[in-house]
């Protein structure tokens, strides 16, 4: 059983940078070509965005929107994703989830979600 467990804070200030973890159980980071693992987020009264994804191999792609303040990276040796963004703006309040991209190219497994709220 594929299972994210996400954490990191629920409260960060406007211009800080926000860290979050997802820790993998079930599965390897690094040893399936197929997998990947995303950083996806919702704003309040707003559709899902993506944020961006690293595969197997450490490769990672970011949303062009959001590229300049993103960073997907790994620990392979705790099978965690992390994500950070900074310059944080009240805009950036959502619930941010990790998924894994799955054999269908699809979202299969998905964190628990975290509500971020960006506010002095």
């Known amino acids: 059983q594929v299972q994210l467990q996400q954490s990191g804070p629920g409260l960060v200030k406007p211009s800080q940078t926000l860290s979050l973890t997802c820790t993998v159980s079930?599965?390897?980071?690094?040893?399936?070509?197929?997998?990947?693992w995303s950083w996806i987020r919702q704003p309040p009264g707003k559709g899902v965005e993506w944020m961006g994804v690293?595969?197997?191999?450490?490769?990672?792609y970011y949303n062009p929107s959001l590229k300049s303040r993103t960073s997907i990276s790994r620990d392979t040796s705790k099978n965690q994703i992390s994500l950070q963004l900074t310059s944080l703006t009240p805009e950036d309040t959502a619930v941010y989830y990790c998924?894994?991209?799955?054999?269908?190219?699809?979202?299969?497994?998905w964190g628990q979600g975290t509500q971020v709220t960006v506010s002095s």
């Open positions: 998924a894994r991209v799955g054999d269908s190219g699809l979202y299969d497994y």
């Open positions: 079930g599965d390897s980071i690094m040893t399936s070509a197929r997998h990947a």
């Open positions: 690293i595969h197997y191999d450490g490769d990672t």
